[in-house]
């Protein structure tokens, strides 16, 4: 009996031990779930204030506006910002200071680290990257991936608007993988702001702005620049190629091997440097053609360093040597372009020498590295000169040059050759897309989209595209998205396209025409405003520039050609690289 009393007692203290453990339990949820919530803002209001350091760098202060104005656009919440490291309160950190350093233990970023850095620590928020244009980018992609404000063209920010938004765990980290990025599409041209919201830091043309500045790589093609054959030919002659004998008064090469040659381009590219500082690299590169000299200094030279590329890296080697001293921190450029792709043997790029390597004999429509057999001998030359060039520039093509206008289905050839060109040391990619005017072949997407890629070219080419054309195109997406698809599915394991593809090509058929035509113009037919209805009317101008090119007579009388003009006419598009719209419109229509 006094054993069993003994048990059922037992029983009966661990019984409620284990009731005032659960209403522990259960206390401390409710004190925890008692205490207020990490509400960014709600209905109206917010706790908290951005604290930027008084030291922030002029990019680092536009990123706190930015990020106080994009948070009352989505809330209606105006956030206080303070220079006060120590205020009281709930704080988002703009900026690498002692208070993000004391919180987090981080070392501070070098000025120009493009990182990006946010998270929250206790109640707080904490996004901080390099002075220079880190901790702006660090900014935006918080805008951009917490609160889904996408910067699509410089004329249209999608900006959600919110009632409430909940602060969550953060901890987000990222590295650009391209260091130089930039394209040049007419669209997105002289919009330094547009650059900075979509990570594009480099331009033909430096720019100083407060939104941490424009990189920019100096000309190309520069050596008619610095020896022109109107300046010198009449007096030396021997200054320029020799073909068939002869030395040529035209647009050809320079003769490398002559030392004056070398003199003159030492003198003047040093001295155009000092007249433009703002440059990183400066050109010092063949012209854009293929006649070089053939006289028999050169041709030893080219002999001893294995092939065209050889002199030329030798000739621009002896310029890099010249100007390291008095400006250590500059670049030498040249071009591996053309008769120039293939490396040198025996000779390579020195420290300061940046090798531009140029992709335009290639095919487009698979990715570098997929084994298409057109693509073969470029991949060779890009191996070669990773092995030896300390640092790889990549030309790189993403339009058709041919027919700005036509459908040139490339999307998904766009993050796989970036990735191919970073894994082959590339520093930077310059996209060279349609520079001339508005009006090509989805140009407005396609520049957001290769912006995005160049920062991280393993995203998902589709999704952005989604992203893109359901905030730009409204109730008519989609059927946008129905288009681009039936444009992809243009392209086959066995058809190839370079940059220079007329309407004849075989990706393109009367029935895509008109698959095309039906679902733009349902797409036309559910758009809900003029703005939209315009947006469709921009990708109609693809379809309609096939038709009329393929159908010339018919479209002069069925209305075709009278849409397309008028298009091209409002935005004064071009037909192809170099060709006057005007001239175009007359020949087509004599």
Known sequence: METRTKKLTQKYLELRAMKKRALFVALLLMTVNAQPADWLFRNGKSDYQIVISAEASTSEQTAARELQQYIQQVSGVVLPITSDLTARGRHIYVGFNERVAALTGASQPQKGDESITYRTVGHDLLIWGGAGRGTMYSVFTFLERELGIHWLTPKCTVVPKLVKWKLPRLN???????????????????????????????????VINDYGNIEAYY????????????????THPEYFCQRDGKRYDGYGQLCLSNPDVLEICKTRLMQRMREEPNYRIYSLSQNDNFRFCECEKCAAIEAQYGGHSGIILWFVNQVADAIKD????????????????????????????????????????????AGCPQNESFMRDLKGWADIAPHLFIWDYIVD?????????????????ICVFGQNKAIGVFEEAQYQSEGAEFDEMKAWTVNQLLWNPEQNVDSLVSIFINGYYGKAAPRIMDYYRLCQSLVKPDVHFGIYITEKHEIYSDDFIQKAFTILEEARNVAES????????????????LQCMRHKEVSKTDGTWQELLGLMKKYKALHREGYPQDKFILEFEQ
């Open 530 to 545: 003029d703005e939209i209805r315009e947006r469709v009317n921009r990708v109609r101008m693809q379809p309609l520039y």
């Open 172 to 206: 987000h980290t990222e590295r650009p993988f391209i260091g130089y990025r930039y394209s040049n599409y007419f669209v997105a041209k002289d919009v330094p702001e547009w650059s900075a919201h979509t990570r594009e830091n480099t331009k033909w043309y430096p």
């Open 219 to 234: 000309g190309a093609h520069t050596m008619e620049w610095l020896v022109p054959v109107k300046e010198f030919y009449a």
């Open 401 to 417: 040059y041919a027919q700005y206008m036509a459908p040139w289905p490339n999307f998904q050839v766009l993050g796989p050759n």
């Open 326 to 369: 008095e400006f250590p921190d500059k670049y030498i450029g040249t071009f591996a372009y053309q008769y120039s792709r293939q490396p040198p043997t025996g000779i390579k790029p020195h420290e300061n020498v940046v090798i531009r390597l140029c992709s335009i004999e290639c095919c487009f429509a698979h990715p570098l590295d």
